[in-house]
């Protein structure tokens, strides 16, 4: 009887053995799957090519294929140079009044403006630009910013604004845009 029972029990172990070692197998492939996996995941999300293709390489690339020389689209009023973007260091909050209530309005603010020089005279004239912005926002209609085309017309109306004063001060429009990064009325 005590045969049989340490024969029961080395074939236990033996199963045990064989199955932990399949287990143990499972659990390598496994591993090397997932491994493969995020291998080929970093390289298809980090791009397999050491030269990244810009918008400008595609348009000139287009251009050579027609056969026309591409002229650049410039606005009229608008600097050659990069696209730089000068953001307001404080959010905008004030009151307006509505038909049915008086509404709270928080805007945040960035300049778009071409080129060095003109982000240091935005960057140097932060002050001035808030009190300008404020005091066209605070002449807004709470009905007009409940509509986006109440919104475009406070940003029109902001830049004309802007560039007036530093065009006043400096003899240049120096900013191209007025973007509202957030918007929030209650």
Do not use: W
């Not at 143990?24 to 799957?33: D, G, R, T, Y």
């Not at 140079?81 to 009044?97: E, I, K, Q």
């Not at 007036?164 to 001060?169: A, E, L, S, Y």
């Amino acid at each position: 009887m005590a045969d049989e029972k340490e024969n029961a029990k080395e074939g236990e172990l033996e199963l045990d053995n064989s199955g932990k070692k399949k287990k143990m197998i499972i659990i390598i492939i496994a591993v090397v799957v997932l491994l493969g996996g995020a291998g080929a995941g970093y390289f298809f999300f980090m791009g397999g090519s050491d030269k990244a293709t810009s918008q400008t390489d595609i348009d000139a690339a287009l251009d050579s294929d027609s056969g026309e020389a591409a002229a650049p689209e410039v606005d009229a009023g608008a600097q050659l140079g990069s696209a730089l973007y000068v953001p307001m260091p404080r959010p905008f909050r004030f009151n307006v009044p509505g038909a049915a209530r008086d509404r709270f309005v928080e805007i945040r603010v960035q300049l778009l403006v071409r080129g060095g020089d003109n982000e240091e005279n935005a960057k140097m004239h932060i002050p001035l630009i808030e009190s300008t912005l404020l005091g066209v926002f605070s002449q807004a209609n709470a009905d007009d910013l409940a509509t986006s085309a109440g919104k475009t017309s406070l940003k029109q109306k902001s830049l004309a604004a802007v560039q007036k004063i530093m065009t006043d001060i400096e003899g240049d429009k120096t900013i191209e845009k007025v973007l509202f990064t957030g918007f929030v009325m209650q």
